[in-house]
C-alpha cells in the first residue's frame, strides 16, 4: 500500500528493518534476499540516472512489472529485475552506460562482450564475487555479482507477409543455433556468426516506425509478447518495496497481452535456479569451508545433540510434580506459531506451570556490528500473560521445557538476539529445549519448487541441532526437514531426526492441530484520528472504491462515465454503507503530466465526489492504512486489491465494458 517511507531511485536508502528474514504470503524471504534485492535496485539506480539525463525511457517489464503492479514490490518468490526498452532507447542507452556507470560495472551487449551470447542486453555490478569492504559496504551486504536484465522492445512489421518472412529467416537461425547447442558447440565462430545473426534479424524493423513491438525472444518462437507501441508512450512510477520504478502508464494491458489474469499467483516457476545468486554461494562456501553469512552445519554441535539425547534415553524417568515450561517467543507478529504450543500447556494447568517470556532482539549488519533494541511485550495478546524475561530465574528455576522461535545463533546479518537466549546456551538451562520456527511459511507445492528451496536455509540451522525437539506446523514440512537434515547428516541418522522432529499435532494431539490454528498474520491497524475525521463514527458498512490510471489511460472518457456511474450507485445505496473513493496516487501526482485532457475530465468528478451522499473522497490514501475495517472492496486489479484477497476482504473487480 502507500507509504511514506519511500525513497527515490537516486536517493536510494534501506532501513535495518528491511533486510530482516521475513515470510510474505507464506514464503519465506531470508535475509541474504533481501540483501540481493537492494543491490539490484541500487544497480537500478545508475540506470535510472543515466536514463534520466539522456532522456531515455525505460519500464519495469516480466515478472518485476507484476511485482510492481500487484505486490508494490518482487513478488516474494521472484528473485531477478527485468526492465524494457524500446531498441531506439536500448541503443542509446547502451552506447551511454558504457561511458558513465560506475568503473566496476560491467555492461553486457553481443557486441560489447565477445563471450557474451543473450540476445538481451545486462548490467552487472561487477566481474566477480567481492566481499571485500567497500563492496559490502555499498551494496548492502551482499558480495555476488548482481545484475539487471535490459530487454529491448523491436520493431513488428507492419506488413503481415514481411513479418512472416522475417520470422522464417529467424526461424532457421534459431534451428541452427539449438543444434550447435546439443553439440556443446557454444564457443565455436559459427555460434558467435548465429547469434550476431539473430539479433539483426531481430532488430531490423524499427521500432521508431512500427504500430506494434515485441520481445523478439519469445515473440519469433512462440508468437506472445506483442504489443501496440502506444502502451510504452507513458511511463509513470509505482510503489516498489521502499522506492519507486517506472511501469507502462497502461500497465494493466501490457500484463493482460503478457499473462492473461495477473492477479492469478503462481508460486514456482521461473528459468533459473533459486536463489539466482546459489552457484555464487556453493562457491564462496567453497572458498571459505563454510558459508561466511549463514551458519553452516557443525558436526561437533550435531554429536553433541546426539549425545544428548542418547544420556536422556538412558535416564528414562520422569519427573514427578508439574513440568515448569518457559516460553520464550520473540516478535508479536511471530506468536501464531507458538500459540498451539501455549494453549496445550495452559489447558492442563495440572501438568505444567506455564510462563511466557518474550525475549527481546537487536538489530545488527553484515559486519557484526549490533544496534538498536527492540522489546515487543507489550504487543502480545491481551490473553496472554507475558513475564519479564530478565527478571527469570532460568539457573535457579531450571524449567523442564523452554520453548524458543529463533533460528539463530548469530549467524544472521540483520536480526540477533541477546547470547544468553542462542539455543546453545539455553541447552545449559532445561531438561528439553522444544524448537518452533517462528517463520510461518506455507508448504511447498512440490518437490524441489522455489519454497522448497528457501525453506531449506531455515533448515541448517543452530536451534533445528541444538533442540532436543523440533515441532513443525504440517506433516509435508516435517518430512521436508528429516529429508533435507538426512542430505546433510547421512542416512544413519534418520532415527534421531524420526524421534526428534514432530508436527503440532503429534505432540499436542489431534485437538490441537494446526489446520486449524491462528491465521496468517497481519498488521493491525489503530483507528486513528484522520480514519474517524473521514468515515466519522459510525456503524455503517465501509465499501473503498479505488480505481487506478492504468484504467483511466485505457478507457478514457468511458473509464470517467464508468466512475460517474459508479458514484451513482453508492449513492443511491441508502444508509446502510459509506462508500470511501481513494484514487490511486499516480492518477493525483501524475496523470496531470501525461495527459492534461484526461485529467480536465476527471478533476469535476473527483471535487464533486463529497457532495454525494454516501459518498467521501480520499485523495491522500488514509483508507490504505486502515484496512481492517473495510467490508469490500470495489475496483481495479492491482496491490490493492491483492492485498484484499489475502486478508479476505470480498473483492469485486470493476468492468469497464458493464
Known amino acids: 500500500m502507500e507509504s511514506n517511507n519511500r525513497f527515490e531511485l537516486e536517493n536510494l536508502s534501506f532501513p535495518p528493518e528491511f533486510f ?18 537492494a543491490a539490484q535496485l ?9 536514463c534520466k539525463a539522456h532522456g531515455i525511457r525505460w519500464f519495469a517489464d516480466c515478472g518485476s512489472l507484476i511485482g510492481a503492479v500487484r505486490h508494490e514490490g518482487y513478488i516474494p518468490w521472484d528473485d531477478d529485475l527485468d526492465i524494457c526498452m524500446l531498441r531506439s532507447d536500448w541503443l542509446r542507452f ?6 558513465e556507470l560506475p568503473a566496476e560495472y560491467e555492461v553486457l551487449t553481443i557486441k560489447s562482450q565477445k563471450e557474451y551470447a543473450q540476445i538481451i542486453g545486462r548490467i552487472v555490478n561487477s566481474h566477480a564475487i567481492d566481499y571485500g569492504p567497500q563492496h559490502m559496504a555499498d551494496f548492502y551486504g551482499c558480495p555476488y555479482t548482481v545484475g539487471i536484465d535490459v530487454f529491448p522492445l523491436d520493431g513488428v512489421y507492419d506488413d503481415p507477409e514481411k513479418e512472416d518472412d522475417r520470422k522464417k529467416r529467424a526461424q532457421a537461425v534459431l534451428k541452427e543455433l539449438k543444434l550447435l547447442e546439443e553439440k556443446g558447440l557454444e564457443t565455436s565462430g559459427r555460434y558467435r556468426e548465429l547469434i550476431i545473426k539473430i539479433e539483426e534479424l531481430y532488430s531490423e524493423c524499427s521500432s521508431d516506425d512500427s504500430e506494434n513491438v515485441a520481445l523478439m525472444p519469445f515473440f519469433i518462437p512462440e508468437n506472445n509478447h506483442k504489443y501496440p507501441k502506444d502502451l510504452f508512450e507513458h511511463p509513470i512510477k509505482l510503489p516498489f518495496e521502499n522506492t519507486y520504478i517506472n511501469v507502462p502508464a497502461r500497465y494493466e494491458e501490457v500484463l493482460t497481452i503478457e499473462y492473461g489474469d495477473f492477479m492469478h499467483v503462481v508460486k514456482g516457476g521461473g528459468i533459473h535456479e533459486y536463489p539466482v545468486y546459489s552457484a555464487q554461494q556453493e562457491t564462496l562456501k567453497k572458498a571459505f569451508g563454510h558459508n561466511p553469512y549463514a551458519y553452516t552445519l557443525n558436526y561437533n554441535e550435531l554429536i553433541g545433540s546426539v549425545q544428548r539425547y542418547a544420556k536422556k534415553l538412558v535416564a528414562q524417568g520422569e519427573k514427578s510434580g508439574k513440568k515448569v515450561v518457559a516460553l520464550l517467543p520473540c516478535r508479536a507478529m511471530w506468536w501464531g506459531t507458538i500459540e498451539p504450543l501455549w494453549r496445550y500447556y495452559v489447558s492442563r494447568p495440572e501438568e505444567y506451570d506455564v510462563h511466557v ?3 527481546f532482539f537487536f538489530d545488527c549488519d553484515f559486519g557484526g556490528n ?37 533460528p539463530f545463533d548469530g549467524f544472521n546479518t540483520s536480526f540477533t538476539l541477546h547470547e544468553f537466549f542462542y539455543s546453545g546456551n539455553l541447552l545449559n538451562f532445561t531438561d528439553e529445549l522444544i524448537y518452533v520456527p517462528c517463520y510461518d511459511v506455507d508448504d511447498p ?33 516435517k518430512d521436508m526437514y528429516i529429508g533435507r537434515l538426512l542430505e546433510l547428516t547421512g542416512e544413519d541418522t534418520r532415527s534421531y531426526w524420526l524421534q526428534k522432529i514432530a508436527t503440532m499435532a503429534e505432540y499436542c494431539g489431534e485437538e490441537h492441530d494446526t489446520e486449524s490454528r491462528a491465521p496468517k498474520h497481519y498488521l493491525t491497524d489503530s483507528c486513528d484520528e484522520d480514519w474517524l475525521t473521514l468515515v466519522g463514527d459510525n456503524n455503517r458498512k465501509i465499501m473503498v472504491y479505488y480505481f487506478t490510471i492504468s484504467f483511466l489511460m485505457q478507457g478514457q472518457e468511458k473509464a470517467i462515465d464508468k466512475i460517474s456511474r459508479s458514484l451513482n450507485i453508492f449513492e443511491e445505496a441508502g444508509d446502510s454503507i459509506i462508500a470511501v473513493i481513494v484514487p490511486q496516487n499516480a492518477i493525483l501526482s501524475q496523470l496531470r503530466e501525461i495527459d492534461q485532457a484526461l485529467w480536465n475530465k476527471l478533476e469535476p468528478v473527483l471535487n464533486t465526489i463529497s457532495e454525494r451522499k454516501n459518498c467521501v473522497l480520499d485523495n491522500k490514501g488514509i483508507a490504505l492504512n486502515n484496512m481492517s475495517k473495510w467490508n469490500a472492496f470495489y475496483g481495479d486489479r492491482g496491490a ?9 476482504i470480498p473483492v469485486m473487480i470493476e468492468n469497464l465494458e458493464i
Open 20 to 37: 530482516r528474514d521475513e515470510v510474505r504470503e507464506g514464503f519465506y524471504i531470508a535475509t541474504m534476499m533481501k540483501r540481493y534485492w
Open 42 to 50: 541500487k544497480v537500478l539506480s545508475h540506470i535510472a540516472r543515466i
Open 94 to 99: 547502451f552506447e551511454i552506460a558504457a561511458k
Open 357 to 359: 517470556l518474550p525475549v
Open 370 to 406: 549490533v544496534g538498536e533494541k527492540h522489546d515487543e511485550r507489550n504487543l502480545f495478546p491481551e490473553e496472554v500473560k507475558v513475564e519479564p524475561c530478565e527478571n527469570f530465574d532460568f539457573a535457579g528455576i531450571h524449567p523442564d521445557i523452554i520453548v524458543t522461535q529463533v
Open 445 to 477: 507445492l512440490e518437490e524441489g519448487d522455489k519454497a522448497e528451496a528457501a525453506i531449506k536455509t531455515l533448515i541448517e540451522q543452530q536451534a533445528v541441532i541444538n533442540s532436543d525437539r523440533v515441532i513443525l506446523a504440517t506433516e509435508k514440512l
Open 640 to 648: 490493492v486489491a491483492h492485498k484484499c484477497i489475502e486478508m479476505g
